[in-house]
């Protein structure tokens, strides 16, 4: 089961960080992915559980960062120089698949948390 929190209304450059809780049972990889209004879902980071392997949307490259707290299994998307492109609902998901950016190939999903970046 995943729990997804952190979104909120910020201005273009500021940062904010997503998380998600995870528990239950452990898949080899986590992901993020977005949907703007009247746009199909997208997708934005990935990681292994074990983090030695990311993917990142070129959108995002270099200012998005994915990672995992080994303290509580919480996922974490780290959000800098934040644009207006950005605002979205965001997701997490997991899967048994490695390393695919593919929206079907992930089985569980948490519910959206909703990133506004206002300019």
């Known amino acids: 089961q995943l729990q997804a929190s952190g979104g909120g209304l910020v201005q273009a450059g500021d940062s904010l960080t997503l998380s998600c809780t995870a528990s239950?049972?452990?898949?080899?990889?986590y992901a993020w992915f977005r949907q703007a209004p009247g746009k199909e879902r997208e997708f934005v980071a990935a990681s292994s559980w074990r983090g030695d392997r990311k993917d990142y949307a070129e959108s995002v490259k270099g200012r998005f960062t994915i990672g995992r707290s080994n303290r509580d299994n919480t996922l974490y998307l780290r959000m800098n120089s934040l644009e207006r492109e950005d605002t979205a609902v965001y997701y997490c998901?997991?899967?048994?698949?490695?390393?695919?950016?593919?929206?079907?190939?992930?089985?569980?999903w948490g519910q959206g948390t909703q990133v506004t970046v206002s300019s």
């Open positions: 998901a997991a899967t048994s698949i490695p390393l695919t950016r593919r929206a079907q190939s992930y089985s569980n």
């Open positions: 239950g049972r452990i898949f080899g990889q």
